[in-house]
């Protein structure tokens, strides 16, 4: 059994209300008066109200009905499964890499629409240490907080503590202009300016060639000039040797 409306000969009223195809009222018409300008348009007539008295029947495009009546049942299907609640199961001694791995799952959920359980499964004496599991939910709660937004606080339950995750669409939309605004800004970011120039060091090669550097120390008086020195030289009459005075060199 079928849950489509009757269409042109299928209907079995005498009579019907009658709705043209922009929704306005045409009154009460015979059923071949009403077929007969269904097809005059090239189009369908559609019973709408078979409870009616008379029933109401509408000009339609019954193709496009039938298609816009099936994308109304997928988006009413995809909006239930977007309200499935997810959970994710932790230990408290968990490592960073199955924490990371645990908790990018859940950040995915999330962003997918789907409220998430976050429980922390405690053995044996564990459960004595309630603030290791309630670090943990709150360290996951931090992770994803772009995307989600704690809706049930974590509460001890048996052996286990859970917490409830709902996606938070302002979150989640902000996070993603962040993000674009850091794609946008990065290519077109001003570049840094360059560094000043170091000061030059002398070597010992450009010291060298530059000459002495001068100094603030008063210069050393100059050294006294040499005393001239005197020479004996045999005079020519054989007597004592003169003594003239040799130039100074």
């Not at 994710?88 to 924490?99: C, E, L, N, T, W």
């Not at 509460?155 to 979150?171: H, I």
Request: net charge positive; charged share 30%; no cysteine.
């Amino acid at each position: 059994m079928t849950n489509e409306p009757r269409i042109n000969d299928r209907i079995r009223a005498r009579e019907v209300r009658l709705i043209g195809p922009d929704g306005g009222q045409l009154g009460i018409k015979s059923l071949p008066e009403a077929l007969a300008l269904a097809r005059e348009l090239e189009l369908d007539l559609v019973e709408v109200a078979d409870k009616a008295i008379p029933p109401v029947v509408r000009i339609m495009d019954f193709g496009k009905y039938k298609y816009e009546a099936s994308q109304r049942i997928k988006e009413s299907r995809k909006h239930q499964a977007s309200n499935a609640l997810k959970e994710m199961k932790y230990r408290p001694k968990i490592g960073k890499a199955d924490f990371d791995t645990k908790t990018r799952s859940v950040e995915k959920f999330l962003g997918e629409g789907h409220k998430v359980k976050v429980t922390i499964m405690f053995r044996g004496r564990e459960v004595y240490h309630p603030e290791l599991g309630r670090r943990i939910l709150d360290n996951v709660a931090e992770a994803v907080e772009h995307v989600g937004r704690v809706e049930v606080a974590s509460k001890l339950d048996g052996r286990n503590m859970t917490m409830v995750l709902a996606p938070d669409r302002k979150a989640q939309a902000a996070h993603t202009a962040q993000q674009k605004k850091r794609g946008d800004d990065g290519p077109d970011a001003p570049e840094a300016p360059p560094a000043p120039p170091l000061p030059a060091v002398a070597t010992k090669a450009t010291a060298s060639a530059a000459g002495p550097a001068p100094s603030s120390a008063p210069s050393s008086p100059p050294a006294a000039a040499p005393q001239p020195q005197s020479t004996a030289q045999p005079a020519p009459n054989g007597n004592a040797p003169s003594t003239e005075s040799a130039p100074a060199t």
